[in-house]
């Protein structure tokens, strides 16, 4: 399956941003997906996982209670809604799917990766 990602952009600390993650196909219900994100000169770190049908997710300490991962299937799509934005959330994000229906948050565990968006925060 292939991943793009879009919805980033440039905003104010404090502001919102929703990213997309657009599947090329349906996955399967045993596929979970994920977000995570890379700044520059640091390694791509973990940020959201969701389960196929929605019931169970993940996320990093460091965006829990401000960032929100969602999927509709029906339309191949996964979100991550990004509230109460800080400059340290500036990154290059992507999004990945993993044949298992456990949410993890190790970038091994995925097998497909989409070319990422960049969300830049301003102080």
């Known amino acids: 399956v292939q991943l793009q990602a879009s919805g980033g952009g440039l905003v104010q600390a404090g502001g919102s941003l929703r990213l997309s993650c657009l599947a090329s196909?349906?996955?399967?219900?045993?596929?979970?997906m994920g977000w995570f994100r890379q700044a520059p000169g640091k390694e791509r770190e973990f940020v959201a996982a969701?389960?196929?049908?929605?019931?169970?997710?993940y996320y990093a300490d460091s965006v829990k209670g401000r960032f929100t991962v969602s999927r509709d299937n029906a339309k191949n799509n996964a979100y991550l809604q990004m509230n109460n934005l800080k400059p340290e959330d500036t990154a290059v994000y992507h999004c990945a799917v993993r044949s298992r229906s456990r949410v993890v948050d190790s970038t091994e565990s995925y097998d497909s990766w989409g070319q990422g968006t960049l969300v830049t925060v301003s102080s």
């Open positions: 969701i389960s196929w049908d929605g019931r169970r997710t």
């Open positions: 196909r349906r996955t399967s219900s045993t596929y979970s």
